[in-house]
């Protein structure tokens, strides 16, 4: 589904290998709809934490699909951006549910996990922005899939924050590093 690396929890990877066979499976996961839990959407460290708890789990181990769609505002849109064999960037638009149906098999089957590495936060009142470093690899201590950032932004509404986009940058190649700023080890240095 990935050529870049998250989604709604950190399926970028997994999402970009199910993008391109998108039209080829008939792959649906049932996603029921449950209450969100306090701590998940009480502050935006539980958001965040949440969003990658969801989508990270050993091969043959369900995702947490219905406590991911709680994350966020009905109708959001996940964009995952990348760059084609020939250099040309694209955008894939999908919904909770495409987003789900395409890197749902590939994570279930071969495990995931995405953990957050960094964090830039951008807060102008009860809107925030949220560029998420994270890295990816099948399991916990497992070889590096590779590194991304999730663009998320989110509002407070007076009771909890809800994430209303998520883009899912490139990920992370030789010509292609992640900027300084949303590096663990540059941004770390005084």
Avoid at 11 to 23: C, E, P, R, T
Avoid at 131 to 139: D, G, K, L, Q
Wanted: charged share 20%; glycine share 8%.
């Amino acid at each position: 589904m990935f050529a870049a690396f998250r989604f709604s929890g950190g399926a970028v990877l997994v999402v970009a290998l199910a993008i391109s066979s998108m039209g080829q499976s008939a792959h649906h996961v049932a996603v029921p709809a449950i209450a969100a839990r306090p701590a998940d959407v009480s502050t935006i460290d539980g958001i965040m934490k949440a969003y990658y708890e969801v989508i990270s789990g050993p091969a043959g181990h369900p995702r947490q699909w219905a406590r991911d769609r709680t994350l966020y505002v009905p109708g959001i849109r996940f964009v995952i951006m990348e760059a084609g064999a020939k250099g040309k960037a694209s955008a894939t638009v999908l919904t909770h549910q495409e987003f789900v149906d395409a890197s749902d098999g590939d994570a279930v089957a071969k495990g995931f996990y995405e953990r957050e590495v960094h964090r830039v936060t951008h807060r102008f009142g009860n809107v925030v922005h949220v560029f998420s470093t994270s890295e990816a690899r099948r399991t916990p201590n497992g070889p590096l899939l590779g590194r991304s950032v999730n663009s998320v932004e989110m509002f407070w509404d007076g009771t909890r924050w809800w994430i209303v986009n998520a883009n899912i940058w490139p990920k992370e190649a030789p010509g292609n590093p992640l900027p300084a700023e949303f590096r663990p080890d540059v941004a770390a240095a005084p």
